[in-house]
């Protein structure tokens, strides 16, 4: 059960269809503040309401009394999000992919020095701060590209920085969180049995399953 529920995270839960939609809509959430200047209530996010109704809430393309939405950032993102329009991949990094090992001479350091690295990419990215910071500068180094050529530049007046989300989901196979959770026989819930070797399972986890991506507009993903 426990390795299915990882299997399941790894091609179901965090593929990356789903994790695009996700993102949208954490981001529909954030520009819907933004344009409206307040943060929504508790009482607003659990708003009696469909999904789809929810989305159009959120974007401004329908309104209610006690729940006011977003304005033309928002209402875009919205239809694109009600219209399964979803960002694509731009780019993909995961600890497999980071380079540069081949001074090391024997496998076990490589792969002790390249978990040291991924670990920075990790903590880097734990904060929503960070990772806004993040696509801040993607955006910023995106305009300055898109000045030294026609066709980038064209692409680039249609770029907002909300058409930029950088995604790393959480390492749902650590040991002592929940996914590891199990019923005993007597009926009492706890860590499995060391003989699971659990951080074992986490760390194979992190090192070849989990990958962020940085999902953009379509037009401008490769």
Request: glycine share 6%; hydrophobic share 35%.
């Amino acid at each position: 059960m426990i390795v299915g529920r990882v299997v399941l995270y790894d091609r179901l839960y965090y593929h990356h269809k789903v994790r695009a939609a996700d993102a949208m809509a954490q981001r529909l959430v954030q520009i819907a503040e933004d344009e409206r200047g307040q943060r929504f209530t508790i009482e607003e996010l659990f708003f009696d309401a469909s999904d789809d109704t929810m989305v159009e809430l959120l974007g401004g393309r329908l309104s209610c009394p006690g729940m006011s939405g977003g304005k033309e950032r928002a209402r875009d993102l919205a239809s694109r999000i009600r219209e399964r329009r979803l960002y694509h991949r731009a780019f993909a990094f995961a600890a497999r992919s980071v380079s540069g090992m081949d001074g090391f001479q024997d496998e076990e350091t490589r792969d002790s020095e390249r978990a040291a690295l991924w670990r920075q990419v990790t903590k880097s990215l734990a904060s929503f701060e960070n990772i806004r910071a993040f696509e801040k500068e993607i955006f910023e180094v995106s305009q300055e590209v898109a000045g030294v050529d026609e066709r980038l530049g064209k692409l680039a007046q249609t770029l907002q920085p909300e058409h930029i989300i950088v995604d790393l989901p959480t390492n749902k196979a650590q040991p002592g969180g929940n996914l590891l959770l199990t019923r005993t026989e007597d009926d009492e819930v706890g860590l499995p049995k060391p003989l699971l070797r659990s951080e074992r399972w986490s760390n194979a986890y992190d090192q070849q399953k989990r990958c962020g991506y940085i999902f953009s507009l379509a037009s401008i993903s490769p």
